[in-house]
């Protein structure tokens, strides 16, 4: 019945960003994920979701690298389209990639920044890392993205201890968006904070996908982030993807009786 | 004209899990197609499932048989009902336009970038989007002053007015209304009268479903009676 | 080589071996030594012994003195560039009593110079060993300090965090404040603690024609500046690295481009500025025995 199917349209990219293959991490003889297949294109948002111990975070830290699966293999195609396999990738090559590259937002900032030192080096960071080396310049660097993240430059040479927890995860943001990443991990980037914190974070992380183009994979078990942020969603139990398509095809039509519990369990307001 | 959307044998039903897998049927043996500058109304009772088929070919719903073929301007042939979610996607961007009853509110964006986002979406300049976005909401009667608020707090006609702008600021060739006119007043009507029937004449198909019997009389090249598709055998 | 120093029965002295360390210790120190050489400015872990002295007052040092001390060797030992402060006094008469090695306090008489804080003003030559005593080793500790990370990062020379350090400098200072233990790239690889010596002595490790060895007893770690290799001390294009500079001479010989120690001299808030290094100033004193006359300087 699919004679008629055709491949994607010509205008979009064509070539996968990431691409994971039977990717599978065991805990001694427990499943943190298994057998999981899949593939993000550039600007495009994945959301992960799941309850805790789903596998949703497991799967979220192999994607990235920082956790070894126990088996599959993760693929992605490197600025200058080569495509690499990242654990065959030596460490030195991965952690460039980790800080120019990619991103990682932390759903407890305390985890993504240096509390000790000013919002200012922790957004020029990974500017000095690159090799950076002009103070004027990579202050300059810093001020913008700080205006990007909402944040009022004459914050820059503050502690991020003295940041309420929305500006320290806008901070963060932003120290992980100076280098341009094509490809972010969130991890439950709202988790822990005010509704209407929330709602600010979520509106600029949304603005943000969208005028910088990025490829965001996103965990969360908060289905009204998934379906704000995602263009594509999949569903995870017992370290399995049970559902995925559309965001709003799941949301609107779901299909497995998980997928229908957790749909059912959003609060109308 | 070319058809744009063809619908053959298409079904749908919900299996309910939570309670107790029962099936309740939609919808099946929907087969029916769209020229390019052609306005089609779904007709039929309420409860009938003339929205599920608009999801349908808009993805929302997954489409359990049949297929749906739509044509893209490339001459390239997507059949929704087993395309991929970013086939889909890419298909909604630039093919496929949707028009809903209900504004899905984005928190703190102004109703003028609820509006160009379409638009610039498609590349368009971010200026360009929004001089567009802001002769449609004039054209509208939307009180200027409301331009640069978030559409959370606006009335049902308002937000109803901003979601019409934002659904025919592009030029997607395949148009779909969900009562688009439901909550208007007679002069907003008029004015998504004409809007319809300019883009009948730019050449796009549209499939729409209007309570409204002085919209539907105006508007509608054809009207297919959903009636006359069977629900699933099971329910009969 | 049995070089244990014989000590006179009657003076029921305990017997040591030459310099204190027995000789597996000091092979295992020399091992260590010799990797440091080889790869300048990489730590290199070794099996810091317990000395009879609390950490932190120099115990890295002497066993490297130790290890590396030959019978024929002259040392000097200067703590804060002075040869006669308790801590030099002390280690001098340690090596003088379980090596019975001479000492001086001679820069240019030394064969092995043991050192806390300082760097001597006397260009060192290529027989001269310059022994740093050092508390921390690690640079990158204060912004990271899980030492799993920071040995990473030294192995893939990931050293923008050390950057990061300098950045909150002047953006909390105006400029880059740290005046001692700055920072510096070995050879153009390892970024190294020069132990905290003035940034003032940072110049004189580069192109060195001494061997430069470093030794932190507590963290139990030996590196090393061969010599004539390249030290960089770290630096923005638009903030260049700069030494400390005095506007006057030392108040004792007169000297300039030499580091002065503040000294108070009463509580209304006299001071003068004299050399650290007491060897030089005494011998750079007019040899008509008049001391130039001391700079005051009112408290403002």
Same mark, same amino acid.
């Given at each position: 019945m699919n004679e008629h199917v055709e491949t994607p349209p010509v205008a979009i990219e064509d070539l996968p960003l990431l691409r994971a293959s039977g990717l599978t991490r065991f805990y001694g003889d427990r499943i943190g994920c298994r057998d999981i297949s899949l593939s993000l294109w550039p600007g495009e948002v994945l959301a992960i979701v799941g309850e805790s111990g789903s596998g949703k975070t497991t799967l979220l830290n192999c994607l990235a690298s920082r956790l070894v699966p126990t088996a599959g293999c993760v693929e992605y195609r490197m600025r200058d389209g080569t495509v690499r396999d990242l654990f065959r990738m030596s460490e030195a090559e991965r952690r460039v990639l980790m800080r120019t590259d990619w991103g990682f937002v932390h759903q407890n900032p305390i985890d993504g920044l240096r509390m000790s030192v000013s919002a200012g080096a922790n957004v020029g960071e990974r500017l000095m890392a690159v090799g950076a080396r002009h103070y004027g310049k990579i202050r300059g660097e810093a001020e913008h993205w700080l205006e990007r993240v909402e944040i009022a430059t004459d914050r820059i040479d503050d502690d991020p201890r003295a940041f309420s927890g929305g500006m320290r995860q806008r901070l963060q943001i932003a120290r992980n968006l100076v280098t341009n990443p094509r490809l972010v991990f969130m991890d439950e980037p709202t988790g822990g904070l005010d509704v209407s914190v929330q709602a600010r974070l979520l509106d600029l992380i949304r603005q943000l996908v969208a005028d910088l183009g990025l490829a965001v994979v996103l965990v969360t078990h908060d289905l009204a982030v998934a379906r704000l942020l995602s263009h594509r969603m999949m569903v995870m139990k017992g370290g399995v993807i049970i559902e995925q398509g559309l965001t709003d095809r799941i949301l609107d039509d779901p299909r497995e009786p998980y997928t229908q519990l957790l749909v059912s369990s959003i609060l109308q307001v | 004209m070319p058809s744009r959307l063809i619908l053959t044998d298409v079904g749908k039903s919900f299996v309910m899990h939570l309670r107790g897998g029962v099936t309740i049927p939609v919808i099946s043996g929907v087969s029916f197609s769209i020229d390019a500058g052609e306005c089609v109304v779904l007709g039929g009772p309420s409860g009938i499932g003339k929205s599920s088929i608009l999801k349908m070919i808009y993805g929302n719903y997954g489409v359990e048989a049949g297929q749906i073929i739509c044509a893209c301007e490339s001459g390239k042939l997507i059949d929704i009902a087993s395309a991929d979610a970013r086939t889909i996607h890419a298909l909604r961007r630039r093919t496929l336009g949707y028009v809903s009853q209900f504004l899905r509110v984005v928190p703190r964006v102004s109703a003028l970038d609820v509006v160009a986002e379409p638009l610039a979406a498609q590349g368009a300049s971010h200026e360009e989007a929004r001089r567009r976005a802001a002769e449609l909401l004039a054209r509208l009667n939307l009180p200027e002053a409301l331009w640069d608020l978030p559409p959370a707090t606006f009335s049902g006609g308002e937000q109803q007015r901003v979601n019409i702008a934002r659904g025919f600021i592009t030029d997607h060739a395949i148009l779909l209304l969900d009562?688009?006119?439901?909550?208007?007043?007679a002069q907003n009507r008029a004015v998504v009268i004409d809007l319809i029937a300019e883009k009948k004449k730019a050449g796009v198909a549209m499939l729409g479903i209007f309570h409204d019997k002085d919209v539907r009389e105006v508007v509608a090249d054809r009207v297919i009676d959903v009636a006359t598709f069977s629900r699933r055998s099971n329910a009969a | 080589m049995n070089e244990t120093a014989a000590i006179d029965a009657k003076d029921a002295a305990p017997v040591y071996n030459f310099a204190y360390l027995d000789e597996q210790t000091k092979r295992m120190i020399r091992r260590a030594l010799l990797k440091a050489v080889a790869i300048p400015g990489y730590q290199v872990p070794f099996a810091s012994r317990e000395m009879p002295m609390p950490y932190g007052w120099g115990t890295g040092g002497v066993q490297v003195t130790a290890s590396v001390l030959g019978p024929d060797d002259v040392l000097k030992v200067i703590d804060q560039g002075a040869d006669d402060t308790t801590n030099a006094v002390a280690i001098r008469g340690f090596f003088e009593k379980t090596a019975r090695v001479a000492t001086t306090t001679v820069t240019e008489e030394a064969t092995v110079i043991q050192t806390r804080h300082r760097i001597p003003e006397t260009r060192l030559g290529a027989n001269q060993i310059l022994v740093y005593q050092v508390p921390i080793p690690e640079p990158l500790r204060y912004l990271e300090p899980r030492e799993v990370e920071t040995r990473k990062m030294h192995g893939l020379a990931e050293y923008g965090l050390m950057h990061v350090k300098l950045y909150e400098d002047i953006a909390k200072h105006?400029?880059? &404040? &740290?005046?001692?233990a700055y920072p510096v790239n070995v050879n153009g690889r390892y970024v190294m603690d020069p132990s905290p010596i003035p940034k003032f002595d940072n110049p004189k490790m580069d192109d060195c024609e001494a061997l430069q060895l470093f030794g932190a007893g507590r963290e139990k770690r030996i590196y090393a500046i061969p010599p004539h290799t390249s030290v960089v001390s770290l630096d923005f294009e638009d903030h260049p690295f700069k030494v400390q500079e005095f506007s006057e001479p030392c108040a004792l010989c007169g000297s300039r481009g030499v580091y002065l120690d503040e000294v108070i001299l009463d509580d209304r808030g006299g001071r003068m500025f004299v050399c650290s290094d007491t060897d030089y100033c005494e011998r750079h004193r007019p040899e008509d025995g008049t001391a130039p006359v001391a700079v005051w300087e009112e408290e403002r």
């Open positions: - | 009562e688009p006119t439901a909550s208007l007043d | 105006g400029h880059i &404040a &740290a005046t001692y």
